[in-house]
């Protein structure tokens, strides 16, 4: 059976202006007191989550919804990329057409706790793919001032909590007036929390769906029980309380169509989420959001347990005086992992897979890699260690972008031919660890070593 993706579930307009401090120290926090949430599907309280967004469009007469979002400032709503596509024509739809309602709770009902806007511009992720739902998602710019109410509320968004999310053991709340187990539309808001899922396990659990769209930008998250989300919960955010401060975490995005010849939800996958984390930039820029910085302990060291071989300082800074540090692996055969894998490695000591972008980080990488020297392959032959560093074409023959940041690559330092390569299917980026340290094209499953990087 072919999968299809469904849910283009667009969740990342969050209402964006610049935040005064007393908005900003407001954020995420709900103004009723409320019951304690359940684990499976359940009927939420008006109230319960005062930043989700219900997304409608006009044709005519005709008033229909769409998706869900997500509120973030006076102005800015944040959804899903494919919410806000007509998928008629392919293009982004008129702002004209779109509005959006707060304070609901019951879909067909318009009480007084509810308001609407108008929607003055959309701003599409400039990389977004409709195939793989990759960078699904898109800010909302309101015509309007929201009012702050006791239903009407914004989330947190940066500094974004540390998240690991290969442990499988945080969870976050989604909701939405998507379908039922009874396949219609949730008249009320419902709402389910769910675990986040690491990549090698989604991977596993569908390759012919997660295979093409797995990437640093998105993350797993729910059940294979068949609590799930489903068609019409696109673009609605995963909420995470920290600290008893909600921040959005995530955007819903796709599952796989329960069936070929129909786009209903499959409630036996897991679904794919767009990750905020690795949208700061697009985020902050559109939604005009003010970042505070993140306070660190002086004199703090690293938790017991936490191997860093051949840690190294890297070239290039982050600005403010943070910057960018390399660590290397040299793992036994047995340990090797696969791109994915190696992805959720980095995420798991709080890095990222590397991204080299000038002459002196490629000089410093090529200095830590070089001393890995060779190995042994399956065959029994030696041959130089290959080493993961966060790149891929995205599926699309020899455009190749750093996944966490989503930038193009500028910097190219390819083998010799390398980018003929003329394989349709995505393919990863690793390094040859010698004196050279040229970059190869890989297949994703391949096994060898890893380059993750971090700021300090």
Request: hydrophobic share 35%; aromatic share 10%.
């Amino acid at each position: 059976m072919d999968v299809v993706l469904v849910l283009r579930l667009f969740v990342i307009c969050v209402l964006c202006l610049a935040l005064s401090q007393s908005a900003t120290a407001n954020c995420g926090r709900r103004k009723l007191k409320l019951q304690q949430l359940v684990t499976h599907g359940y009927t939420t309280n008006p109230g319960e989550y005062p930043w989700h967004a219900a997304l409608f469009m006009t044709t005519g007469f005709k008033k229909s919804y769409i998706c869900g979002g997500t509120l973030v400032n006076e102005l800015s709503i944040i959804t899903a990329g494919h919410c806000v596509i007509d998928s008629a024509t392919g293009s982004v739809l008129s702002p004209a057409t779109v509005y959006v309602q707060l304070g609901k709770f019951k879909l067909n009902l318009y009480s007084n706790t509810v308001q609407e806007h108008a929607v003055q511009q959309i701003i599409l992720h400039q990389n977004f793919q409709i195939e793989t739902s990759k960078y699904d998602i898109a800010v909302l710019k309101l015509a309007t001032q929201v009012k702050f109410t006791d239903y009407v509320q914004p989330i947190c968004v940066f500094p974004q909590p540390n998240i690991h999310y290969s442990e499988n053991t945080v969870k976050g709340v989604v909701v939405g007036w998507g379908y039922t187990e009874f396949d219609t539309l949730s008249d009320a808001l419902r709402g389910t929390t769910i675990p986040l899922i690491s990549h090698t396990k989604c991977l596993e659990s569908n390759p012919d769906l997660f295979d093409r769209t797995l990437y640093d930008g998105m993350f797993c998250a729910g059940y294979t029980n068949g609590t799930n989300v489903c068609n019409g919960d696109s673009g609605g955010g995963l909420f995470y309380n920290h600290n008893n401060v909600w921040y959005l975490v995530g955007i819903v995005s796709f599952t796989a169509a329960r069936q070929s010849d129909n786009n209903l939800c499959s409630t036996q996958d897991y679904t794919g989420f767009t990750k905020i984390a690795a949208f700061e930039e697009f985020i902050v820029k559109h939604c005009g959001l003010v970042v505070a910085p993140v306070a660190v302990a002086s004199g703090v060291a690293p938790a017991k347990g936490n191997k860093r071989p051949n840690s190294g300082g890297g070239g290039g800074g982050g600005g403010g005086g943070r910057r960018k540090h390399f660590l290397v692996t040299d793992f036994a055969s047995e340990q090797k992992l696969n791109w994915f894998q190696a992805a959720d490695f980095c995420r798991s000591v709080g890095q990222h897979l590397g991204e080299i972008n000038t002459d002196q980080e490629n000089t410093k990488v090529k200095d830590m890699i070089s001393k890995g020297g060779v190995e042994i392959d399956i065959r029994g032959e030696p041959r130089l260690k290959q080493y993961w560093i966060g790149a891929n074409d995205l599926g699309v023959r020899r455009v190749f972008r750093w996944q966490f940041s989503g930038k193009t690559i500028q910097y190219e330092n390819w083998r010799h031919n390398e980018l003929q390569n003329s394989n349709p299917r995505e393919n990863c980026v690793a390094v040859l660890g010698n004196k050279h340290a040229s970059w190869i094209v890989a297949n994703c499953k391949a096994k060898k070593q890893v380059v993750c990087e971090t700021h300090k």
